[in-house]
């Protein structure tokens, strides 16, 4: 059983709240809060109740443009939210316990990014996880853990599976509400259609493969990378651009995953027409038509499998959407993710995973899903069927 904030006495107790604010950043600071947005519900509710919160997460990987501080989160935590965010630029240290000891009933400091600290980046069992140096020094400034980072609970790094094992552990708002979703596709309404698109070929077709053996999807079309390496798999020439562009991803064994699926699952669908480039416009040709020398790779699905593709989303139960079906970010190739998304958000009840999916339907404008996951990796790994480290560590 996972306890929850239901179950928390929050007056004046030391709270440690794991979150994922893993962002977008630009050079002026964070290019998208919609993380820090979706965490408010939960640190508010804290801080209402009267508990003295010390916040925990991470910023990028270690060598990646996007390591960095957490200074800028801390201001638009201090914006967003009606109570005080500080910023305290150590995680685990004399000087972080110090900070946490000076809390106010009420008030909160985002400790530093924990990646910062090299056992962070390490995949360990909870119990080792609790025996690490991030643990241990933040143990004895805190009295609870809450775990509101669903986006990463597909690690089991210290600070996401280490607590629980030395501190009583609960899941906060964005957690239980995820959990309550994802966990439970199984008693959704059918048909239920997954639209599986996007550049994460390996999870994609993994994640394929899970519901189609395990009978929860009526029918999962393919779009995007994964409908290319799907077209492929099916033996149709996609040309000499999108092949080279799949190989250089090096997705070649996921052609034969695909393959295997395709032979063995009619509900498994690939695209008809594609769309490519052609003298710096759209072009669209049904993927029979494909010249065997392309210069440019299929950049979305075409019109022909938009039509075919809106039929079977209209008459779903329930759609199942992640990763987009092409490269939207540029106007041209955003047609097959626009108007199949439109769609999808029309089904009775509609969920959306993935950071990129989730951008997607901002940026094109597209609201009404039952559910917009926070996770990529998480949810890609719930839909597959696999556990959460961080949710098995939660568990009583
Ligand atoms: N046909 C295509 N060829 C190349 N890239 C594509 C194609 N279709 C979609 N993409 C790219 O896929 C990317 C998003 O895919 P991804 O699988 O990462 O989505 P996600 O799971 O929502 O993301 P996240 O990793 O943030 O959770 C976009 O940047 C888009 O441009
Ligand atoms: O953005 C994510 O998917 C999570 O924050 C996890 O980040 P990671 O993939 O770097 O572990």
Redesign the pocket.
């Known amino acids: 059983m996972i306890r929850t904030l239901d179950d928390l006495d929050c007056e004046g107790v030391a709270v440690g709240v794991r979150i994922?604010i893993?962002s977008p950043l630009s050079e002026t600071g964070l290019a998208d809060d919609a993380r820090l947005r979706a965490h408010v519900e939960t640190l508010s509710e804290l801080l209402e109740r009267g508990a003295r919160v010390a916040i925990l997460a991470?910023q990028?990987?270690p060598g990646d443009d996007d390591f960095s501080t957490l200074a800028a989160h801390a201001d638009r935590l201090d914006e967003l939210l009606s109570f005080s965010v500080d910023y305290c630029d150590a995680t685990f240290s004399a000087a972080a316990r110090e900070r946490v000891a000076e809390l106010e009933d009420g008030e909160a400091v985002l400790l530093e990014n924990t990646r910062f600290y090299a056992e962070e980046y390490m995949e360990f069992d909870p119990e080792r996880a609790a025996d690490t140096h991030l643990v241990e020094g933040l143990v004895p400034a805190l009295d609870v853990y809450v775990n509101d980072?669903f986006?990463?609970a597909?690690?089991s790094q210290p600070s996401l599976v280490g607590f629980p094992q030395r501190l009583p552990g609960y899941a906060g708002r964005v957690m239980e509400r995820e959990l309550d979703v994802l966990a439970a596709i199984e008693d959704t309404p059918q048909p239920r259609v997954y639209l599986l698109g996007g550049a994460k070929v390996g999870d994609s077709i993994g994640v394929a493969r899970s519901v189609l053996e395990r009978g929860l999807a009526d029918t999962v079309l393919t779009a995007g990378l994964v409908g290319n390496v799907c077209l492929l798999a099916s033996g149709a020439e996609l040309g000499t651009a999108s092949a080279e562009f799949v190989y250089d991803q090096g997705y070649w064994d996921e052609i034969d995953r695909a393959g295997e699926l395709l032979d063995a699952h009619d509900e498994l669908r690939v695209p008809m027409d594609v769309a490519i480039e052609r003298n710096g416009e759209r072009h669209e040709i049904p993927v029979a038509e494909l010249p065997q020398e392309t210069e440019t790779p299929a950049m979305d699905v075409g019109s022909e499998t938009v039509a075919a593709y809106s039929e079977i989303l209209e008459d779903a139960g329930t759609v199942i959407l992640n990763g987009p079906a092409g490269v939207f970010e540029e106007e041209t190739f955003a047609h097959g993710t626009r108007e199949l998304y439109s769609t999808a958000s029309e089904a009775d009840h509609s969920i959306v995973g993935g950071?990129d999916t989730a951008a997607a339907i901002r940026r094109l404008g597209i609201d009404g899903f039952s559910h917009v996951s926070t996770?990529?990796?998480?949810s890609l790994a719930l839909l597959a069927g696999d556990s959460l480290p961080a949710v098995e560590a939660l568990d009583e």
Do not use: F, M, P, T
Request: charged fraction near 20%; proline fraction near 0%; charge should be positive.
């Open positions: 994922d893993n991470h990028g990987r980072a986006a990463a597909h690690r950071g996770g990529g990796g998480a």
